[in-house]
T-cell receptor
Framework: AQSVTQLGSHVSVSEGALVLLRCNYS??????LFWYVQYPNQGLQLLLK??????LVKGINGFEAEFKKSETSFHLTKPSAHMSDAAEYFC???????????FGKGTRLSVIA | GAVVSQHPSWVICKSGTSVKIECRSL??????MFWYRQFPKQSLMLMAT?????????EQGVEKDKFLINHASLTLSTLTVTSAHPEDSSFYIC??????????FGPGTRLLVL
């Protein structure tokens, strides 16, 4: 069975500071990994995904994540936080193209002016 | 990117009534759609997998007779909450699997049962 652990239910950063949201997963097979963002009262928007190939994945809005198999991690980063980045972020894993996503509990990102 | 819509975006109903929520993939065909439920400040909980032309697959603990799912076409799945009660109040989100395998999510439907 797969699982996702997001360390830190709430992360607060200053505007312009580095954003680091942590995600660790467990999977018995090579995983498909995703980061989604959710703004209040909205659905989820895909930020980026890793399926195969390059382990450093670039997504929208300046975010990127690196798949590290040895650490079973897929942390999300952004060099410089904007106020508009304040939202809930979910890491998700699946074990194939055809299975449902398993989500982490989410991390709420606050950006302080 | 691919677009998934949900209707209605919010609904208030009386206890005992049934509510239907629609999920549509607007610019692609989706043989598989998923229905999730999200409680305040919590993650998404998968309720069921909806496959076009066949019965939905429900997750453990989800009552199939209470949450009726119909995936009648490649662009439409519906979730009907039958005989709704206040504990069914929640944020319901659907997703559709794009042919390129990425899941795209709808904007969600907030249900309040009085």
């Amino acid at each position: 069975a797969q699982s996702v652990t997001q360390l830190g239910s709430h992360v607060s950063v200053s505007e312009g500071a580095l954003v680091l949201l942590r995600c660790n997963y467990s999977s018995s097979v090579p995983p498909y990994l995703f980061w989604y963002v959710q703004y209040p009262n909205q659905g989820l928007q895909l930020l980026l995904k890793y399926t195969t190939g390059a382990t450093l994945v670039k997504g929208i809005n300046g975010f990127e994540a690196e798949f590290k198999k040895s650490e079973t991690s897929f942390h999300l980063t952004k060099p410089s936080a904007h106020m508009s980045d304040a939202a809930e972020y979910f890491c998700a894993v699946s074990d194939s193209r055809n299975t449902p996503l398993v989500f982490g509990k989410g991390t709420r990102l606050s950006v302080i002016a | 990117g691919a677009v998934v819509s949900q209707h209605p975006s919010w609904v208030i109903c009386k206890s005992g009534t049934s509510v239907k929520i629609e999920c549509r993939s607007l610019d692609f065909q989706a043989t598989t759609m998923f229905w999730y439920r999200q409680f305040p400040k919590q993650s998404l909980m998968l309720m069921a997998t909806s496959n076009e032309g066949s019965k939905a697959t429900y997750e453990q603990g989800v009552e199939k007779d209470k949450f009726l799912i119909n995936h009648a076409s490649l662009t439409l799945s519906t979730l009907t909450v039958t005989s709704a009660h206040p504990e069914d109040s929640s944020f319901y989100i659907c997703s559709a699997r794009h042919p390129q395998e990425t899941q795209y999510f709808g904007p969600g439907t907030r249900l309040l049962v009085l």
